[in-house]
C-alpha cells in the first residue's frame, strides 16, 4: 500500500487481511478486488480532500459482484469505516460489504460517496450516514445506483441512509432496508426513482412519538421513509424530497411508510411523481401527526 502511486490500482490475487489501509489516504487509489475477500480489521479510514479512494471487482460483469470487503474494526456500531473529508470522495463498485459499524460518514463540504452495483450488509447504525455538527459539513453528494443496503442490529437501532446536511442523496434502482427508518432526510435535496423502500418496524427501544421531542441522528419517529424536522436550532437546511415510481413499505401497522416533519425555520416537501409508486403504510404530515388517508402519483406532501 505504501509503495502505490497515487493513480495506482493494488490487485488482490488471493484472501487478504490488513489493518491498515494507510489512512489517512492522500492520493487516489483503487482496490481491485478480482473475486477476492479483503478483510479490513482497522479504524476509520480518512480520505483527505480531493483524493478518491476506490474499491472495485474487474472479475465480474458491469452489473454483477465480486468479491467482499469485510470491515470488522469498528468498535462500536457508529464507528465509521469510511470518512471522507472536504473535497475527498469514496467509490465503491461491484462488490460486496459486510461491517459492524458505519460505512461511510461523509464530513465536508463536497465530500462524496459513490455506491454502484453492490451489495451492502451491516450490523452498524448505518450503511451512510452524515454529519450536521457544523456548516463546514454541508455540501455533501451521495449517489447510490443498482445496489442494495442493509441494515440490521439486535434491537433494531438502525437507518441504512441518513441525510441531516445540506447536500445531495440521489438513490435509484435500488433496495434500501432498516429496522428503525430506512431512509431519514432531515435536510438536503433528495431524490429516489425505480427502488424499494422498506422498514422492518423491528426497533426495541422507546420510540419517539410523533409528537414528542426530535432528538439527534435517527432518535426521531420510526418510518420507512422520514423526511424534514421537528428540532429547532440544528440541520439547518429545507429537507425536499421527490419519489419517483417507487415501493415504500412498512412492515408494522403501527409504523408509518411516510413522515414528513418541519419546524418554523426550516419546512420540508414530499412530492410523489411517476405512475407506479405503490405506498404501503401509513401517511402521516405536519405538525399535528395527520394521518393521510390515501397518497396518489402526484400529491405533495408540504
Given at each position: 500500500?505504501?509503495?502505490?502511486?497515487?493513480?495506482?490500482t493494488?490487485?488482490?490475487?488471493?484472501?487478504?487481511?490488513?489493518?491498515?489501509?494507510?489512512?489517512?489516504?492522500?492520493?487516489n487509489?483503487?482496490?481491485?478486488?478480482?473475486?477476492?475477500?479483503?478483510?479490513?480489521s482497522?479504524?476509520?479510514?480518512?480520505?483527505?480532500?480531493?483524493?478518491?479512494?476506490?474499491?472495485?471487482?474487474?472479475?465480474?460483469?458491469?452489473?454483477?459482484?465480486?468479491?467482499?470487503?469485510k470491515?470488522?474494526?469498528?468498535?462500536?456500531?457508529?464507528?465509521?469505516?469510511?470518512?471522507?473529508?472536504?473535497?475527498?470522495?469514496?467509490?465503491?463498485?461491484?462488490?460486496?460489504?459486510?461491517?459492524?459499524?458505519?460505512?461511510?460518514?461523509?464530513?465536508?463540504?463536497?465530500?462524496?460517496?459513490?455506491?454502484?452495483?453492490?451489495?451492502?450488509?451491516?450490523?452498524?447504525?448505518?450503511?451512510?450516514?452524515?454529519?450536521?455538527?457544523?456548516?463546514?459539513?454541508?455540501?455533501?453528494?451521495?449517489?447510490?445506483?443498482?445496489s442494495?443496503?442493509?441494515?440490521?442490529?439486535?434491537?433494531?437501532d438502525?437507518?441504512?441512509?441518513?441525510?441531516?446536511?445540506?447536500?445531495?442523496?440521489?438513490?435509484?434502482?435500488?433496495?434500501?432496508?432498516?429496522?428503525?427508518?430506512?431512509?431519514?432526510?432531515?435536510?438536503?435535496?433528495?431524490?429516489?426513482?425505480?427502488?424499494?423502500?422498506?422498514?422492518?418496524?423491528?426497533?426495541?427501544?422507546?420510540?419517539?412519538?410523533?409528537?414528542?421531542?426530535?432528538?439527534?441522528?435517527?432518535?426521531?419517529?420510526v418510518?420507512?421513509?422520514?423526511?424534514?424536522?421537528?428540532?429547532?436550532?440544528?440541520?439547518?437546511?429545507?429537507?425536499?424530497?421527490?419519489?419517483?415510481?417507487?415501493?415504500?413499505?412498512?412492515?408494522?401497522?403501527?409504523?408509518?411508510?411516510?413522515?414528513?416533519?418541519?419546524?418554523?425555520?426550516?419546512?420540508?416537501?414530499?412530492?410523489?411523481?411517476?405512475?407506479?409508486?405503490?405506498?404501503?403504510?401509513?401517511?402521516?404530515?405536519?405538525?399535528?401527526?395527520?394521518?393521510?388517508?390515501?397518497?396518489?402519483?402526484?400529491?405533495?406532501?408540504?
Amino acid at each position: 500500500v505504501s509503495a502505490a502511486n497515487s493513480g495506482d490500482t493494488i490487485v488482490l490475487l488471493d484472501d487478504v487481511s490488513t489493518n491498515t489501509l494507510g489512512s489517512p489516504i492522500k492520493k487516489n487509489i483503487t482496490y481491485d478486488l478480482k473475486g477476492n475477500d479483503l478483510t479490513y480489521s482497522g479504524s476509520t479510514v480518512v480520505v483527505n480532500g480531493n483524493y478518491t479512494l476506490t474499491f472495485e471487482d474487474s472479475s465480474v460483469s458491469s452489473t454483477g459482484t465480486g468479491g467482499t470487503l469485510k470491515l470488522t474494526g469498528a468498535k462500536n456500531v457508529v464507528e465509521s469505516n469510511f470518512n471522507p473529508q472536504v473535497g475527498g470522495a469514496v467509490s465503491v463498485r461491484n462488490i460486496n460489504i459486510e461491517s459492524t459499524g458505519a460505512v461511510f460518514y461523509p464530513r465536508g463540504d463536497a465530500a462524496s460517496v459513490d455506491i454502484r452495483y453492490c451489495n451492502i450488509i451491516t450490523s452498524g447504525a448505518y450503511c451512510v450516514a452524515t454529519n450536521a455538527e457544523t456548516v463546514n459539513n454541508y455540501g455533501v453528494i451521495i449517489n447510490i445506483e443498482n445496489s442494495k443496503l442493509t441494515t440490521s442490529t439486535s434491537d433494531g437501532d438502525n437507518t441504512a441512509v441518513l441525510i441531516n446536511v445540506e447536500g445531495k442523496l440521489n438513490i435509484k434502482d435500488s433496495e434500501i432496508t432498516g429496522d428503525r427508518q430506512a431512509v431519514i432526510a432531515r435536510a438536503g435535496d433528495v431524490t429516489i426513482e425505480n427502488t424499494e423502500i422498506t422498514v422492518t418496524g423491528k426497533y426495541s427501544g422507546t420510540p419517539v412519538n410523533i409528537d414528542g421531542d426530535w432528538k439527534d441522528g435517527n432518535n426521531i419517529p420510526v418510518g420507512a421513509i422520514v423526511v424534514g424536522n421537528k428540532k429547532e436550532g440544528s440541520y439547518n437546511a429545507k429537507a425536499n424530497v421527490i419519489i419517483e415510481d417507487c415501493i415504500v413499505t412498512s412492515e408494522k401497522k403501527d409504523v408509518p411508510a411516510i413522515l414528513t416533519e418541519a419546524n418554523k425555520s426550516y419546512s420540508s416537501s414530499i412530492e410523489i411523481i411517476g405512475k407506479d409508486t405503490v405506498v404501503t403504510g401509513v401517511v402521516m404530515k405536519g405538525l399535528t401527526g395527520q394521518q393521510l388517508p390515501s397518497l396518489q402519483a402526484g400529491d405533495p406532501l408540504r
